[in-house]
């Protein structure tokens, strides 16, 4: 879907300050823990067994466990504190499939999600850019129908298809790189394991990016002929930079200023990506968690990861705020210094 | 008078449009002496940005091109220049100021950086002695505590602050040609006289010669040495500042200084008086045929002007009017 | 190119329209690309007349191995191209059901935060924005599981997170049109809030929402797509996405059986996406791109 075009009348108005945004993402991280809170409640049969899960064949012990720690016996009230003072603790359940802390299951996986989220955020902004930047050059040029098509198809397929593709063809027809999982065996040493997981990186966040790679280039080409424009270019020009600084010097700074806006945006779309990624690629991260633990009724788990990729997008938000502000001058200051 | 250092020879500059190419310079000619103040001036779309352009050589690329036609730089053929010499001339030799100063500053970069790259473009010089310049160059143009405004944003700054930061841009690496395009058009009418003030103290404490591009008459009679006007892309009158404005000699000068108004003038008009103007429009460039372009208009032209292929006719001395009417001349 | 912010007729000017999106011959493609796969998901199945369920031939039969198998066939010997011509409809069907649904529910909200404006805008846009940053796939997945997945389920599920974008969308048409005239009249006359917004406003911020539901149905298709994949459709349905899902485990001895549910799908979602863009710089010529 080209939701470029409606965010380009949003993107200019991104002026809240920084308290008001570190405020707004509180506020979403309760909003998702009372979000789970009711969804629970509203879903059909027994809270209890619900929480239980093990396809409901918990015994009546544990049950009445549950019952007691999260007070479902209770009125409403006393059970959302409840629920909220544990979510404040960092109790976020226990997984009765694995007789863990979600908290722990949760911790262990959030790296390599990490990993594979931001990675494809530097693939997909990065090269995204650049074929836009260089399609600028030249409107009417080859790159730049390129870029066109690249962007309409390159969103029309779908990223766990893609990632099976990319694996048929470069893990298996020409192996060059490994089938799945995240690191081999027995490699030792510091250095050969980054390397290591870095091949098994790349497939992966290669299917995650490509989409949004796609839209990001339509998105700086747009951006670029409009920069490309303006008068500033002129006076570069006119003081006798070279074309090259022109372009990636004084246009680009302006010009993937949209890009940055947009990919914050999208954050949640790359979670819901990366869930299906790592169930392809077999990437131990929460996508993979959270897939298998649906399938085993683990509850708990399942919503724990909701609450825990809703943090990480409100993270990511910031941090995509800073740069963004760090890049744009006339956001930093109020008047003066 | 100096050797001209700056020679325009019959310039021609096509625009490729929908309806075919498009003669937006048709054979524009003058020079500049050094030192001198040369006033261009005539009204929007008669091509006196254009030429400022191309003496630069940022025709805009794709639909511009330059035809025809030669401009002498110190003896060196401009329109024959690789872009590599091109781009040594821009801002060192010769430098260029716009229009609208609120936006051609790059926002994102600090100002004093975007004058240090000037200067890092045409010299080799390290990074403290261009930090030296940029300060010392904005203290010329009048910013005050330029230490603390080195460091600012173009958004933390008033109009009349970014042009001066954009006339220390253009002056930092004391290039002998400034070319000014309406500077202040954009400006309040009191800065406008600041900043006016400013460029001619430079100019003078600097000895370079100074291209001023502007639709105001006024101003340009006030502050030029020596006059083009210009119409129609053609130049059609050159000579020294109080000739062509006393002594006018093409139909279309006259009528230019007869609209800038007059106070003593008006105070004597009756309330049903008109104020001068010159009747009809600007010509359609496309459409516009060899002949004088501005015979249309022009109260004293007859058939033989409309096919008159244009050149300058002599008037006095190094006064030149493109015009097949003027007294004791006879084309 | 129309001058921006003509006063809109009533009757929106469906010739030009018309004119323009099938001039654009990308748009033009999408449309036939579209043609073909709803023929195919409407005749197909009876003309090819194989059942897409049950085993008709030797498993891991490659394209073309053996003609009556023209696509091969998977793990079980089901045959590929019957899948693909039986899928089709449920695949579509659902993707566009979910995204009525997200237009629906995007277009009241949006409505009424972009008319009322004021406080009502700010909460409505708050919670637009919640559901914008929360990951879409996750959440529907913990509806699917929470309740039982079925059609219904998974068309709801879809639709809860596909709308904010229309929203914001509706909400900027809302906010332009409100200041027009003729609404202003409308209020002179006395008329009440429901009465403009439904019947005097909608109309007229109808254009570039048709568009953008089209785009929507898109992404609808590729989210179902996921579920599918997943194995958390409605298990009765034989969709591409869940073609693609059973296939995984046996994709490097039948890639075929995966490589063109896939390719089904992006043809359907690209045909989907050109119109709908056909649509958008029809109807809407403050967005055309130069």
């Known amino acids: 879907m080209d939701t470029a075009r409606p965010f380009f009348t949003v993107v200019g108005k991104l002026e809240t300050s920084m308290k008001q945004k570190l405020l707004f993402s509180i506020g979403l991280v309760i909003s998702v823990v009372i979000l789970n809170f009711f969804l629970i409640r509203l879903a059909p049969g027994d809270p209890a067994i619900t929480l239980a899960g093990q396809a409901g064949g918990a015994d009546e012990e544990t049950l009445a466990h549950i019952r007691q720690i999260y007070g479902l016996d209770k009125p409403l009230f006393t059970q959302f504190f409840l629920y909220i003072g544990k979510m404040l603790t960092g109790d976020l359940g226990t997984s009765y499939f694995y007789n863990l802390p979600v908290l722990d299951l949760i911790r262990e996986r959030v790296f390599p999600t ?154 949640g779309q790359v979670i819901s990506g990366a869930v299906l990624v790592e169930t392809v690629f077999d990437w131990p991260g929460l996508g993979r968690l959270a897939v298998d633990s649906i399938f085993r009724r683990d509850y708990p788990t399942v919503m724990g990861i909701l609450f825990a990729s809703a943090v990480v997008v409100v993270v990511i938000n910031l941090l995509t705020d800073v740069v963004y502000r760090w890049a744009d001058p006339r956001l930093r200051t109020n008047g003066g210094h | 008078m100096s050797d001209p250092i700056l020679q325009v020879d019959q310039l021609c500059v096509d625009f490729k449009t929908k309806s075919g190419p498009v003669r937006v310079l048709n054979d524009v000619s003058f020079s500049l002496s050094a030192g001198e103040t040369l006033g261009i001036v005539g009204e929007s779309g008669c091509g006196k940005s254009m030429t400022s352009l191309a003496v630069m050589g940022l025709v805009p690329k794709p639909n511009g091109k330059i035809v025809s036609g030669s401009i002498y730089y110190e003896g060196e053929d401009l329109v024959q220049a690789p872009e590599k010499r091109m781009r040594q001339i821009r801002g ?80 930092v690496c004391k290039p002998r040609i400034i070319i000014a395009d309406e500077p202040t058009t954009a400006l309040d009418v009191t800065v406008q006289a600041q900043i006016l003030e400013l460029m001619l103290k430079l100019q003078e404490e600097e000895n370079t010669a100074v291209i001023l591009i502007s639709h105001d008459m006024g101003v340009i009679s006030q502050v030029s040495d020596r006059v083009l006007v210009m119409y129609a892309g053609r130049t059609i009158e050159e000579g020294d500042c109080v000739s062509v404005v006393q002594e006018s000699a093409h139909p279309y000068t006259k009528g230019l200084i007869s609209c800038i108004p007059d106070i003593e003038h008006t105070k004597n008009m009756a309330f049903s008086d008109r104020l001068p103007v010159i009747e009809g429009i600007v010509p359609n460039l496309i459409t516009i045929g060899d002949g004088c372009a501005f015979a249309p208009r022009c109260t004293l032209a007859d058939d033989a002007c409309r096919n008159w292929k244009t050149g300058p006719v002599q008037v006095a001395g190094t006064h030149l009017a493109s015009c097949r009417k003027i007294d004791g001349s006879m084309a | ?87 089709g ?202």
């Open chain 1, 114 to 267: 990490l990993l594979l989220v931001i990675s494809s955020l530097f693939i997909s902004v990065g090269i995204g850019t650049i074929l836009g930047v260089l399609a600028a050059r030249n409107p009417r040029g080859l790159l730049s129908y390129f870029v066109t098509f690249f962007s309409l198809g390159g969103y029309s397929v779908p990223t766990f298809w893609l990632g099976q593709m990319l694996l048929l063809a470069f893990a298996w027809y020409y192996p060059i790189f490994p089938i799945g999982g995240m690191q081999g065996f027995r490699v030792e040493g510091f250095l050969p394991q980054v390397a290591d997981i870095a091949m098994h990186l790349f497939l992966p966040a290669l299917s995650l990016g490509l989409a949004f790679m796609a839209q990001y280039s339509r998105v700086a080409r747009a951006s670029m002929l409009e920069v490309l424009g303006s008068d500033f270019i002129r006076t570069a020009r006119a003081k006798g930079a070279k074309e090259s600084s022109v372009l990636f010097v004084h246009g680009l700074r302006n010009a993937i200023l949209p890009v940055i806006t947009l990919a914050g945006l999208q954050l």
């Open chain 2, 92 to 171: 060192g030799d010769i430098s260029m100021i716009f229009q609208e100063p609120m936006t051609s500053l790059n926002p994102v970069f600090s100002v004093g950086k975007q004058i240090g790259e000037a200067v890092k473009l045409h010299e080799d010089v390290s990074r403290k002695e261009i930090n030296e310049r940029v300060i010392d160059v904005l203290t010329r143009v009048g910013i005050p505590d330029p230490v603390k405004r080195a460091n600012d944003f173009p958004h933390q700054m008033s109009g009349g602050m970014r042009q001066r930061v954009m006339i220390a841009m253009a002056l």
């Open chain 3, 1 to 87: 190119m129309k001058p921006v912010d003509t006063i809109p007729k009533p009757q929106s000017p469906l010739r030009e329209a018309v004119v323009v999106f099938f001039g654009n011959w990308a748009a033009a493609f999408g449309l036939l690309i579209l043609m073909i796969v709803i023929f195919g998901s409407i005749f197909g199945p009876a003309i090819y007349g194989v059942s897409p369920q049950e085993t008709v031939n030797a498993p891991f039969l490659g394209p073309m191995v053996d003609s009556s198998s023209p696509l091969g066939t998977d793990y079980i010997g089901r045959d590929v191209l019957a899948g693909i011509l039986n899928g």
């Open chain 3, 89 to 290: 409809s449920a695949t579509i069907m659902i993707g566009a059901a979910a995204a009525l649904v997200a237009v629906v529910i995007g277009i009241t909200i949006g409505s009424l935060a972009g008319y009322y404006g004021g406080l009502t805008d700010t909460l409505l846009m708050r919670f637009t924005e919640f559901f914008q940053v929360l990951p879409a796939l996750l959440f529907v997945m913990v509806l699917m599981t929470l309740f039982t997945p079925s059609i219904q389920t998974t068309v709801i599920g879809i639709g809860l997170v596909m709308w904010p974008p229309t929203a914001r969308l509706a909400r900027a048409e809302f906010m332009r049109l409100k200041t027009m005239d003729y609404v202003r009249a409308e209020r002179a006359m006395g008329a009440r809030d429901r009465r403009i917004i439904w019947q005097v406003i909608l109309p007229n911020a109808m254009p570039p929402l048709i568009a953008a539901a089209a785009l929507v149905i898109g992404v609808s298709i590729l989210f179902e797509a996921g579920l599918s994949f997943l194995g958390l459709g409605d298990p009765n349905i034989r969709s591409w996405g869940e073609m693609i899902g059973s296939n995984r485990d046996y994709i490097f001895d039948s890639p075929w059986a995966v490589f063109f549910p896939g390719i089904a799908i992006f043809l359907t979602v690209l045909g989907v996406s050109l119109v709908g863009d056909g649509l958008n710089d029809a109807m809407n010529p403050r967005f055309r791109e130069r």
